[in-house]
């Protein structure tokens, strides 16, 4: 194991933002040409753990401009002035040391000795207390979906709300060697009903060239009526211990919120599949000298997909996938260690969770290229003809033989044929090559990546980063 993986002290909370935008995307006048700017607004932005998006480049009079200047505040506000009671404490970088290089890469504190580890858990308030959530129980997985689906990221609008599956997060909590205890439920103790969770899974992730065993910390949620209440810092702390318990001293996770201090800022592309739903709902909006037939035309695309070969992803491609992977993502900085088993828990297709197809050479039946993504539909609030917004997340690509652009085009032709509404890509590792070509619109919000007890001494480009947190 190397150094870093045996170094000490905990986690991380993840994920993050709502993210939406407009998809008046990177149009000419006569609505053919995917490059050029056009207006949009800026329907949510990111705050408190959301996500949000709005397409474009940026042009006077529409709102981009505040964008930019609200993007340009939220870094120079980086380190500047706000205070983080509970994050001040914690084993991560510092706000007060950023540009100071002197620090060693690697672990902030060494690990202690397991028996040394706090052996109970947390107070929490009185009215409450600790549960385990067993997500294979029928009962306890559908708890934990209605409280996520009713109190997890909203945009700042309040006009969708994500809305993870019950099969999702019994993929995303369930990976290899995952543990039943870092699923951690708080509930009232009087009516036992659930008000907060927050869940670590195990990861082998790489950072230059460590492979370091940390927590990947999702779902962190406090039921609405018990925000503000200091309780996050707690469930943080019951997560961190308990990892700390199975000897693992770091985590990385995500958050649209700004804590100290993200490894990489990365922003969200939207590519409209279904600009007329996405319009009608307000996820996006009609550019300015487009009308409604011309977007739909715009964002057309082919009934089947170009490149011979392409098909779904089978358990017979474990082992070729994982190659393929493994060399990918070793051009990387931070990206994650998959053997065959995580592959599989991870790629193998999962009906409504995760596609994965892949090209094999008509000749040689070589695996030559790869891609993925995952479903993650958002409640629409309070519209009154439409309940669901069905989105897919880029996951992992692999292009050898196929040009990146055109397999990403076939993925989204796909994506279409199984009427998901929009295609959401972050720009990391090679996605900022095929976003604006493809007519992805720039989101508006931004997800921070965090590793708990882990200092990297510059911040990454996001384009270093080959790692998608769900
Ligand atoms: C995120 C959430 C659990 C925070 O709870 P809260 O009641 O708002 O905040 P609390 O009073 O309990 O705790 C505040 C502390 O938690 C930190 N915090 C807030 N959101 C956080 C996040 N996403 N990740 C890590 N820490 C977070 C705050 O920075 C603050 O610590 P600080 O003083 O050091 O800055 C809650 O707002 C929520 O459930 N939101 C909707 C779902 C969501 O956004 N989840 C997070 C996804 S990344």
């Not at 991380?12 to 607004?41: A, K, W």
């Not at 922003?267 to 739909?296: C, E």
């Not at 474990?318 to 493994?326: G, N």
Request: a neutral charge; glycine letters at 4%; proline letters at 6%.
């Amino acid at each position: 194991m190397s150094g870093a993986a045996r170094c000490n002290a905990a986690l991380y909370v993840n994920r993050c933002i709502f993210h939406r935008y407009n998809t008046e995307v990177l149009i000419d006048m006569d609505g053919s040409h995917p490059s050029s700017g056009s207006p949009n607004q800026n329907p949510n932005s990111e705050s408190d753990g959301k996500s949000n998006a709005n397409a474009n480049t940026p042009s006077e009079g529409d709102g981009s401009l505040e964008i930019l200047a609200r993007r340009a505040q939220e870094s120079l506000s980086i380190g500047n002035g706000k205070r983080h009671a509970f994050w001040e404490t914690q084993p991560v970088g510092q706000f007060k040391d950023l540009g100071d290089t002197s620090f060693p890469e690697g672990p902030i504190e060494l690990p202690t000795p397991i028996s040394e580890v706090k052996q109970e858990p947390y107070n929490l308030p009185n009215l409450y207390e600790w549960t385990t959530c067993d997500i294979d129980s029928e009962e306890t997985c559908a708890e934990v979906y209605n409280l996520l689906t009713n109190n997890y990221v909203e945009d700042d609008e309040n006009m969708f709300r994500f809305n993870y599956s019950k099969e999702f997060l019994r993929w995303a909590l369930r990976p290899p060697g995952y543990f039943r205890n870092w699923h951690i439920g708080v509930r009232v103790k009087a009516s036992k009903k659930l008000v907060a969770f927050i869940s670590g899974v195990p990861a082998r992730i790489r950072v230059r060239d460590e492979v370091v065993k940390m927590a990947e910390v999702n779902f962190l949620c406090v039921h609405k009526k018990l925000r503000s209440k200091r309780l996050a810092p707690v469930m943080i702390k019951e997560v961190t211990r308990r990892v700390h318990l199975e000897n693992m001293w770091q985590a990385a996770y995500t958050a649209g919120v700004v804590l100290p201090t993200p490894v990489t800022t990365c922003q969200y592309w939207h590519r409209s599949l279904n600009p007329k739903k996405l319009i009608d709902v307000q996820f996006s909006r009609l550019g300015a000298r487009m009308t409604m037939s011309r977007t739909i035309k715009l964002y057309k695309l082919p009934g089947s997909t170009a490149t011979p070969g392409m098909r779904k992803m089978e358990l017979r491609d474990v082992p070729a996938v994982t190659r393929l992977l493994r060399n990918y993502f070793s051009q990387f900085v931070v990206a994650p260690d998959f053997d065959e088993d995580d592959v599989e828990h991870w790629l193998l297709p999962t009906e409504n969770v995760v596609d994965s197809f892949l090209v094999e050479s008509p000749e040689t039946h070589e695996i030559t290229d790869f891609c993925s993504f995952y479903t993650l539909p958002s409640t629409i609030l309070g519209n009154p003809n439409y309940s669901t917004l069905k989105a897919a997340y880029s996951f992992y690509n692999v292009s050898t033989r196929t040009p990146l652009l055109q397999l990403i085009n076939d993925m989204l032709i796909l994506a279409k044929q199984r009427d998901y509404d929009v295609f959401n890509a972050l720009d990391v590792m090679h996605n900022e090559t095929f976003l604006k070509e493809l007519k992805f619109g720039l989101g508006d919000g931004q997800l921070h990546y965090y590793l708990y007890n882990y200092r990297v001494r510059h911040a990454l480009k996001p384009s270093e980063l080959g790692l998608v947190l769900l």
